[in-house]
Protein backbone atom coordinates (compact mmCIF):
# COMPACT_ATOMS: atom_id res chain seq x y z
CA UNK A 1 0.00 0.00 0.00
CA UNK A 2 1.57 3.24 -0.72
CA UNK A 3 1.13 6.60 0.90
CA UNK A 4 1.47 10.08 -0.54
CA UNK A 5 2.57 13.19 1.13
CA UNK A 6 -0.65 14.53 1.23
CA UNK A 7 -1.84 11.54 2.78
CA UNK A 8 0.93 11.68 5.48
CA UNK A 9 0.41 15.21 6.48
CA UNK A 10 -3.84 14.85 6.34
CA UNK A 11 -2.54 11.97 9.18
CA UNK A 12 0.12 14.21 11.08
CA UNK A 13 -2.93 16.99 11.14
CA UNK A 14 -5.66 14.56 12.30
CA UNK A 15 -2.91 13.64 15.30
CA UNK A 16 -2.52 17.14 16.39
CA UNK A 17 -6.39 17.77 16.33
CA UNK A 18 -6.50 14.46 18.71
CA UNK A 19 -3.60 15.68 20.68
CA UNK A 20 -5.03 19.26 21.18
CA UNK A 21 -8.42 17.96 21.99
CA UNK A 22 -6.93 15.15 24.23
CA UNK A 23 -5.14 18.18 26.25
CA UNK A 24 -7.93 20.34 26.47
CA UNK A 25 -10.26 17.51 28.17
CA UNK A 26 -7.28 16.88 30.68
CA UNK A 27 -7.09 20.49 31.38
CA UNK A 28 -10.87 20.91 31.95
CA UNK A 29 -11.25 18.05 33.80
CA UNK A 30 -7.91 19.32 36.06
CA UNK A 31 -9.77 22.49 36.38
CA UNK A 32 -12.82 21.25 37.09
CA UNK A 33 -11.14 18.84 40.11
CA UNK A 34 -9.69 22.24 41.26
CA UNK A 35 -12.97 24.22 41.65
CA UNK A 36 -15.47 21.30 42.48
CA UNK A 37 -15.10 21.72 46.75
CA UNK A 38 -16.03 25.44 45.89
CA UNK A 39 -18.94 24.53 43.16
CA UNK A 40 -21.00 22.11 46.15
CA UNK A 41 -20.02 25.10 48.42
CA UNK A 42 -21.64 27.66 46.15
CA UNK A 43 -24.72 25.71 44.58
CA UNK A 44 -25.42 24.92 48.44
CA UNK A 45 -25.37 28.24 49.82
CA UNK A 46 -27.14 29.06 46.41
CA UNK A 47 -30.26 27.09 47.21
CA UNK A 48 -30.51 28.81 50.50
CA UNK A 49 -31.96 31.73 51.60
CA UNK A 50 -28.67 34.55 51.04
CA UNK A 51 -29.06 38.16 52.81
CA UNK A 52 -28.19 40.48 49.99
CA UNK A 53 -25.61 43.16 51.13
CA UNK A 54 -26.49 44.71 47.75
CA UNK A 55 -28.90 45.02 45.58
CA UNK A 56 -27.41 45.02 42.21
CA UNK A 57 -28.43 46.92 39.38
CA UNK A 58 -27.09 45.21 36.18
CA UNK A 59 -25.87 47.70 33.69
CA UNK A 60 -25.04 44.91 30.87
CA UNK A 61 -28.71 43.57 31.15
CA UNK A 62 -29.41 46.94 30.35
CA UNK A 63 -26.97 47.07 27.08
CA UNK A 64 -29.34 44.57 25.04
CA UNK A 65 -32.37 44.13 24.22
CA UNK A 66 -33.35 40.96 26.42
CA UNK A 67 -36.61 41.90 26.94
CA UNK A 68 -39.64 44.16 25.38
CA UNK A 69 -40.29 47.43 27.30
CA UNK A 70 -44.23 47.97 26.05
CA UNK A 71 -46.79 46.96 28.19
CA UNK A 72 -48.97 44.67 25.75
CA UNK A 73 -47.73 41.59 25.15
CA UNK A 74 -44.76 41.22 23.06
CA UNK A 75 -44.65 38.37 20.91
CA UNK A 76 -42.22 39.89 17.51
CA UNK A 77 -39.15 39.34 17.70
CA UNK A 78 -36.41 41.74 18.65
CA UNK A 79 -32.94 41.93 16.70
CA UNK A 80 -29.61 43.74 17.49
CA UNK A 81 -26.91 44.42 16.03
CA UNK A 82 -23.68 46.00 17.53
CA UNK A 83 -22.83 49.33 15.48
CA UNK A 84 -19.65 47.54 14.18
CA UNK A 85 -21.20 44.35 13.00
CA UNK A 86 -19.37 41.87 15.22
CA UNK A 87 -21.80 40.73 17.48
CA UNK A 88 -26.03 40.50 17.25
CA UNK A 89 -28.82 39.25 19.08
CA UNK A 90 -31.95 37.99 18.61
CA UNK A 91 -34.93 37.37 21.47
CA UNK A 92 -37.33 35.09 20.35
CA UNK A 93 -41.02 35.26 22.68
CA UNK A 94 -43.15 31.81 23.21
CA UNK A 95 -46.72 32.82 21.60
CA UNK A 96 -48.62 31.77 24.55
CA UNK A 97 -46.94 34.13 27.12
CA UNK A 98 -44.68 36.83 24.96
CA UNK A 99 -42.24 38.10 25.73
CA UNK A 100 -40.28 39.42 29.02
CA UNK A 101 -40.99 42.44 30.12
CA UNK A 102 -39.04 45.46 31.88
CA UNK A 103 -40.71 44.66 35.23
CA UNK A 104 -39.23 40.96 34.65
CA UNK A 105 -36.11 42.36 34.64
CA UNK A 106 -36.36 42.30 38.96
CA UNK A 107 -36.19 38.56 38.94
CA UNK A 108 -33.57 38.75 36.86
CA UNK A 109 -31.65 41.29 38.81
CA UNK A 110 -32.27 39.50 42.03
CA UNK A 111 -31.11 36.53 41.07
CA UNK A 112 -27.92 38.04 39.65
CA UNK A 113 -27.59 39.79 43.11
CA UNK A 114 -28.07 36.28 45.16
CA UNK A 115 -25.36 34.72 42.90
CA UNK A 116 -23.04 37.79 43.23
CA UNK A 117 -23.22 37.46 47.20
CA UNK A 118 -22.48 33.67 47.43
CA UNK A 119 -19.65 34.63 45.35
CA UNK A 120 -18.28 37.13 46.88
CA UNK A 121 -18.60 34.79 50.58
CA UNK A 122 -16.83 32.37 49.05
CA UNK A 123 -15.15 33.41 45.53
CA UNK A 124 -17.38 31.49 43.27
CA UNK A 125 -19.82 32.37 40.62
CA UNK A 126 -22.55 29.93 40.85
CA UNK A 127 -23.77 28.29 37.50
CA UNK A 128 -27.44 28.41 39.25
CA UNK A 129 -29.11 29.67 41.87
CA UNK A 130 -32.32 28.92 43.37
CA UNK A 131 -35.26 30.89 45.36
CA UNK A 132 -39.00 30.48 46.28
CA UNK A 133 -41.15 33.14 45.32
CA UNK A 134 -41.32 34.68 48.48
CA UNK A 135 -37.73 35.30 49.03
CA UNK A 136 -37.56 36.70 46.02
CA UNK A 137 -40.89 39.20 46.08
CA UNK A 138 -39.59 40.21 50.50
CA UNK A 139 -35.88 41.13 48.51
CA UNK A 140 -37.40 43.50 45.55
CA UNK A 141 -40.06 45.04 48.53
CA UNK A 142 -43.15 43.57 47.49
CA UNK A 143 -45.95 41.99 49.44
CA UNK A 144 -45.09 38.06 49.17
CA UNK A 145 -48.63 37.33 50.25
CA UNK A 146 -50.43 39.26 47.80
CA UNK A 147 -52.02 37.24 45.37
CA UNK A 148 -51.21 40.09 42.10
CA UNK A 149 -47.48 39.51 43.41
CA UNK A 150 -47.33 36.28 43.64
CA UNK A 151 -48.86 35.86 39.79
CA UNK A 152 -46.81 38.66 38.90
CA UNK A 153 -43.18 35.99 39.65
CA UNK A 154 -45.18 33.17 38.40
CA UNK A 155 -46.18 34.96 34.97
CA UNK A 156 -42.39 36.72 34.76
CA UNK A 157 -40.84 33.25 35.06
CA UNK A 158 -42.83 31.79 32.47
CA UNK A 159 -42.14 34.28 30.17
CA UNK A 160 -38.23 34.09 31.26
CA UNK A 161 -37.96 30.22 30.59
CA UNK A 162 -39.78 30.40 27.46
CA UNK A 163 -37.56 32.87 26.16
CA UNK A 164 -35.28 32.21 23.49
CA UNK A 165 -31.97 33.90 22.77
CA UNK A 166 -29.87 33.60 19.82
CA UNK A 167 -26.85 35.18 20.16
CA UNK A 168 -23.46 35.58 17.79
CA UNK A 169 -20.27 37.44 19.16
CA UNK A 170 -17.88 36.24 16.63
CA UNK A 171 -19.25 36.46 12.79
CA UNK A 172 -16.34 36.26 11.25
CA UNK A 173 -16.22 32.65 13.25
CA UNK A 174 -19.54 31.34 12.38
CA UNK A 175 -20.07 30.34 15.81
CA UNK A 176 -23.66 30.19 16.82
CA UNK A 177 -24.46 29.91 20.78
CA UNK A 178 -28.22 29.24 21.72
CA UNK A 179 -29.23 30.19 25.32
CA UNK A 180 -32.18 29.71 27.20
CA UNK A 181 -32.41 31.85 30.08
CA UNK A 182 -33.20 30.34 33.07
Known amino acids: MTHTWEDHQKLLAELDQQRVERET??????????????????????????NLTRYRNERNLMLFPFCSTAKAKRVKSIRYASSDGKRWLEVTANYEYGMAKIWDFDILR?????????????????????FSSYECLKALGRNPESGSNI?????????????DIVEIFFVRMKKLQKYLLL
Open 25 to 50: SEAQESREMSEAPLREKALELARGPV
Open 110 to 130: FALSKAGEVALQIGYFPPSVE
Open 151 to 163: NWIKEGLRRYVLL
